[in-house]
């Protein structure tokens, strides 16, 4: 009887780690935290079928190139990164969310930008509190045709260019820059649902638009049919 039950139990326990071992394969396959780590660059053994990459809280200061064909979203917020590799996304084709707040992207500028400019897929982009001045973002933002989310937080920001006319761009955050003018056409090709200026302070706004979030800003004139 005892022999008995205890053969029971052994099969239990295989069969217990055997699911066990396939849903952490599955898990694996899908996503991967590697974030709180006290790494300076990426891990070199990934798994090729990754979808998810979570590197945030880390001390990452390079971005070396990233061989995972099937990833979709990367997190890299909260670092120090300040250099990443020309090379570093051309392998990425599916990625759709990257998350680069709070690191040092005002230096090297020049190659950052090259970089970012390999992926015109994504659909998500932060890259707030970066200390980014307005040349720094309109590099940063060349060649995204496609973003849908975008989130310039907490930088340096003066003036908006052409590159804010993102036809695609829904949702997009300005909050905590130093925005001094709002023109008149800034937003005329975009499809934006939901804007930010919360933060931005002595601004003067040319333009009537709806669902603005303008809390914390001394504004020097309002449009008159500034609420449609």
Not at 70 to 90: G, K, R, T, V
Not at 112 to 118: E, P
């Amino acid at each position: 009887m005892l022999r008995h039950i205890f053969f029971q139990f052994l099969l239990l326990w295989f069969f217990g780690q055997a699911v066990h071992g396939i849903s952490l394969l599955y898990h694996d396959e899908k996503w991967q935290p590697w974030n709180r780590q006290a790494r300076h660059t990426t891990p070199l053994k990934m798994d090729m079928k990754l979808r998810r990459l979570d590197l945030s809280k880390s001390f990452i200061r390079q971005l070396h190139t990233l061989g995972l064909p099937h990833l979709q979203q990367l997190d890299l917020s909260y670092n120090q990164l300040d250099l990443i590799a020309e090379e570093a996304f051309i392998n990425l084709a599916q990625l759709e969310a990257l998350n680069l707040s709070k690191n040092a992207l005002y230096n090297n500028v020049g190659r950052n930008g090259r970089a970012l400019r390999s992926i015109g897929g994504l659909r998500r982009l932060d890259i707030s509190l970066n200390n980014l001045n307005d040349e720094a973002v309109e590099l940063y933002l060349q060649n995204k045709f496609s973003l849908i989310h975008l989130d310039l937080t907490g930088n340096g920001i003066t003036a908006l260019t052409h590159n804010t006319q993102i036809k695609t761009l829904k949702h997009l955050n300005l909050e905590d820059n130093g925005i001094q003018v709002l023109y008149a056409n800034t937003f005329e090709k975009t499809s934006l649902a939901h804007l930010n200026l919360a933060g931005n302070r002595h601004m003067v706004l040319e333009e009537a638009l709806s669902q603005l979030n303008l809390s914390n800003n001394h504004l020097d004139s309002i449009p008159v049919d500034w609420i449609k």
